[in-house]
C-alpha cells in the first residue's frame, strides 16, 4: 500500500494513519501466533513484483480488506 493509499484510507476510515498501521501490526501478531505465515507483499515495480502475483499477494490484499472492513465505523 503507497502512503497515498494509507492517507485515503485513513480519511476514508475517519482515523489515522498511525492507528490502521497499529490494527494491521496487531493483526499480523495474531496471525503469525496462530501459525499462519505473513508475507511481506512486493511492490509491482520491484524485480520480484514482475514475476507475477502469487497467493501471498492475493492473501495481503484479502487481509487489507478484512482489516479495512472491521475499522470502518458502523452507521445506524
Do not use: W
Request: charged share 15%; with cysteine; hydrophobic share 45%.
Amino acid at each position: 500500500m503507497s502512503v497515498d493509499q494509507l492517507y485515503m484510507a485513513a480519511e476514508i476510515l475517519e482515523c489515522s494513519i498511525t492507528d490502521i498501521v497499529e490494527q494491521a501490526e496487531n493483526l499480523k501478531l495474531q496471525l503469525v501466533g496462530v501459525d499462519v505465515g505473513v508475507v511481506a507483499n512486493t511492490r509491482g515495480n520491484s524485480t520480484s513484483g514482475k514475476r507475477g502475483v502469487g497467493a501471498g499477494a492475493f492473501l495481503a490484499g484479502a487481509a487489507l480488506g478484512a482489516l479495512i472492513m472491521a475499522a470502518t465505523p458502523k452507521k445506524p
